[in-house]
T-cell receptor, first 110, second 111 residues
Framework: KQEVTQIPAALSVPEGENLVLNCSFT??????LQWFRQDPGKGLTSLLL?????REQTSGRLNASLDKSSGRSTLYIAASQPGDSATYLC?????????FGAGTTVTVRA | EAQVTQNPRYLITVTGKKLTVTCSQN?????MSWYRQDPGLGLRQIYY???????DKGDVPEGYKVSRKEKRNFPLILESPSPNQTSLYFC??????????FGPGTRLTVL
C-alpha cells in the first residue's frame, strides 16, 4: 500500500517569501505524482503532474521536483502571495489506486 | 466547459435510507474514482473504475457500491447509510495516468 506523508502540516510565511512543501512516498514504483490545491470547503484543483520520466515540472511561479529513488517530491512556490493561502496535497499512485498525503496548509500573511 | 459534476452538493439523511450521489464528466475520461475526505484522515479512495463495467475497490469500500454503465457516469450508492459515513465526498476523472479532475464535492450528513 502506498503511504504518502507531507511535512510540514502547516506553514505561515510573510508575503514575498518562497515556499517549500515536501512530500514523501513509500512505493517508488510510481508512474507519476500530482500536486493539488484545495481551498476551504472546495474541491481539488490540479497544479502539476510529474511523469516518472521527468525530474521536474514548472507552471508559472510553481515548480515541482520528483526523486523516485528517494521517494520524495518537493513543490516550490516563488514569491508567495496572500492568494496562495490554501491546503496543498500531493498524490502518488499504487497500480490504479491513488493515495493522498494529509496536506500542508499554507497561510501567506500580507 | 470541461467539468466533473456531482449531485446533490449537500444532503442530510437518516440512518438506513438508501441514497445515490451522481457523478458525471464530459471529457470522455476512462478513469473515474470516488473519495471521501474526513478531518484528520485526509482523502481516501472508495472505489475506482478503469472503464465501462470495470470497477474495483479502493482503500475504504465498505458500505458503498458503484456502477459504471456509461462512460460519463459513475454513481456512488449507499444502500444503508450509517453516521460514520458522514463525510465530504469527491468524484474525479482522468485519462489513465493523466491529471485527475475533481468535482466540487458532496457534503453528506447521516443522522
Amino acid at each position: 500500500k502506498q503511504e504518502v506523508t507531507q511535512i510540514p502540516a502547516a506553514l505561515s510565511v510573510p508575503e514575498g517569501e518562497n515556499l517549500v512543501l515536501n512530500c514523501s512516498f513509500t512505493d517508488s514504483a510510481i508512474y507519476n505524482l500530482q500536486w493539488f490545491r484545495q481551498d476551504p470547503g472546495k474541491g481539488l484543483t490540479s497544479l502539476l503532474l510529474i511523469q516518472s520520466s521527468q525530474r521536474e515540472q514548472t507552471s508559472g511561479r510553481l515548480n515541482a521536483s520528483l526523486d523516485k529513488s528517494s521517494g520524495r517530491s518537493t513543490l516550490y512556490i516563488a514569491a508567495s502571495q496572500p492568494g496562495d493561502s490554501a491546503t496543498y496535497l500531493c498524490a502518488a499512485p499504487n497500480d490504479y489506486k491513488l493515495s493522498f498525503g494529509a496536506g500542508t496548509t499554507v497561510t501567506v500573511r500580507a | 466547459e470541461a467539468q466533473v459534476t456531482q449531485n446533490p452538493r449537500y444532503l442530510i439523511t437518516v440512518t438506513g435510507k438508501k441514497l445515490t450521489v451522481t457523478c458525471s464528466q464530459n471529457m470522455n475520461h476512462e478513469y473515474m474514482s470516488w473519495y471521501r475526505q474526513d478531518p484528520g484522515l485526509g482523502l481516501r479512495q472508495i472505489y475506482y473504475s478503469m472503464n465501462v463495467e470495470v470497477t474495483d475497490k479502493g482503500d475504504v469500500p465498505e458500505g458503498y457500491k458503484v456502477s459504471r454503465k456509461e462512460k460519463r457516469n459513475f454513481p456512488l450508492i449507499l444502500e444503508s447509510p450509517s453516521p460514520n459515513q458522514t463525510s465530504l465526498y469527491f468524484c474525479a476523472s482522468s485519462f489513465p495516468g493523466d491529471t485527475q479532475y475533481f468535482g466540487p464535492g458532496t457534503r453528506l450528513t447521516v443522522l
